[in-house]
């Protein structure tokens, strides 16, 4: 494993604009959920269930996430369809946490669908007796060590390699809930909004005044561009913002 003077960021951090965030904001007076939530897996031996327990509050910290960033995340909730893969999607989606964190929920989530579909899988060993669970193991192995620095020759147990992921996975979630929640509370302002506004129409009437002092056809508009000849050889070219669908 690697030291921790070595590493040249903290646990939860991610990688420099890999996302949104690149490491979660320290709310000191935050209540701390984690310690009822680790208690709920706390002693489990008993591998089919553990996985079971463990992809419950994984999906718990991935719905309040959704909760803190979408007004009307309910109405996606309270859909029958909308399963467990597509929570994990939509917050994906969204870029704003690294993405590892989705990653190994995704694969918590494969490990416990592949005890809870298959009665001969008791021990996570038994995983590797299916090339398709196998590869899944794989990847819990490659999460695991990406999240904690492991080396390729370490001791670990695949539980082992279960409860550091699912550790690190869940504890992840909770702390990025500080950055989503301010996110929301920001863009939600509507002194933010306001700025917006404020901001595109000062663009657009620099643009405008530019093109208002040059004598006709001395400007032309090509595809995403604007282009001033200013008379004298040279030429002014302005990036036109787009929509984007």
């Known amino acids: 494993m690697t030291k921790l003077s070595e590493l040249k960021k903290a646990f939860f951090d991610g990688e420099k604009e890999e996302s949104l965030f690149e490491k979660p904001i320290i709310r000191i007076f935050k209540k701390n959920e984690l310690p009822e939530l680790f208690k709920k897996v706390d002693g489990l031996d008993d591998h089919r269930l553990l996985t079971i327990v463990t992809a419950l509050l994984v999906e718990n910290r991935i719905d309040k996430l959704n909760f803190a960033f979408f007004p009307k995340y309910k109405l996606l909730y309270e859909d029958t369809n909308f399963t467990f893969s597509l929570k994990i999607k939509l917050i994906e989606s969204l870029n704003v946490i690294p993405p590892l964190f989705c990653h190994a929920a995704n694969c918590l989530r494969q490990i416990r669908n592949s005890f809870a579909h298959d009665l001969d899988f008791v021990h996570f060993e038994d995983l590797k007796k299916d090339s398709k669970t196998e590869k ?5 192995i490659t999460y ?3 999240a904690y620095y492991f080396d390729k020759k370490n001791d670990k147990s695949l539980y082992d390699y279960f409860k550091n992921l ?22 939600s302002d509507t002194a933010f ?11 657009e009437k620099q643009l ?13 508009i ?13 030429s002014t ?9």
């Open 136 to 140: 899944i193991l794989n990847k819990l």
């Open 144 to 146: 695991a060590s990406q």
């Open 166 to 187: 699912s550790f690190y996975c869940i504890g992840g979630l909770d702390a990025y809930t500080s950055n989503i929640v301010l996110l929301r509370e920001t863009i």
């Open 193 to 203: 909004i306001e700025s917006l506004y404020e901001g595109v129409k000062q663009e």
């Open 208 to 220: 405008i005044d530019a093109i208002a002092k040059l004598p006709p056809n001395n400007y032309a």
């Open 222 to 234: 090509v595809g995403n561009k604007l282009i001033i000849n200013h008379g004298d050889g040279n």
């Open 237 to 245: 070219i302005h990036l036109l913002k787009e929509n984007k669908g």
